[in-house]
């Protein structure tokens, strides 16, 4: 990642170097932090944001859910995101608004901590690489499982919970993989290190539901649309880890990863052991709406204010 000059920082741009926060703040010792991540897609109408209001309104839920009154309300930090994307005059970009607990007071009770928001934006190509994106990726079962329900809220996107997304990655790694599967409490399959997860069997699409411990993605709720508008049916439920063997397509969801195939699980290969058509035809109809072959039906597309 190239830093760009700028970010938001607490309802100003300041440059990127000086935009600092105390050593002692509340989110570096206790994971008190809530985020979101936010792409701008270059289009023919210039730079778009992709599902803006879906990840502010998600922001405050995240919030909410750990007592944070986020001192900018959506419109402010809508106008944030866009300021720092024209301002550091990128075409496409990764956005990433994080609201955070500062330097307050120590201990666990974060009421004495300050929210402070940043909002920064940077030019970030798929997470898992292009090359991931046509000829799949490698995946791997990991020995690390996800959040169980009433121990943190995975329906929260809380710093904090992703540390487990690191060990779930790094394993991954370590071993050869592209990327990890973590399997819920219960030992059916949950998601990526911080990735949904679709498998396509008998042209069905099978997603795990809520109670695996998933987060409830943006990317994947636009696939669950896109599979409607294709009259593709989808499926929540729970899904044990052989389904992933014989699955016909697998593919993970996100902001960052996109839309990524899954070629091969354990070493197993995933149905012909590269991309699916369904996996293709719905990553088409994703990218598509970038690239003006396919109709932003639900308004989905926000023009970023101030660039052209």
Known sequence: MKPPEWIWQNGELVPWAEATTHVMSHALHYGSSVFEGVRAYATAAGPCFFRLGCHLRRLEASAKVYGMTLPHDRDALAAACAGVVARNDLTAAYVRPLAYRGFGALGLDPAASPVDVI????????????????????????????????????????????????????????????????????GTVSEGSGENLFLVRDGKLITPPASAGILLGITRDTVMHIAAGLELEVIERAIVREQLYVADEVFLTGTAAEIAPVRSIDRIPVGNGGRGPITAEI??????????????????????????
């Open 119 to 186: 909002v920064a934006a940077f030019a970030w190509g798929s997470f898992l690489g292009a090359d991931g994106l046509e000829k799949g990726i490698d995946a791997c079962i990991s020995s690390w499982q996800r959040l169980a329900p009433n121990t943190l809220p995975a329906a929260a996107k809380a710093g904090g919970n992703y540390l487990g997304g690191q060990l779930i990655a790094t394993e991954a790694k370590r071993n050869g993989y592209d990327e990890g599967i973590a399997l819920a409490i219960d």
């Open 283 to 308: 990553q088409r109809q994703f990218f598509g709406l970038f690239d003006g072959t396919v109709e932003d039906r639900h308004g989905w597309l926000q023009a970023v204010e101030g660039t052209t």
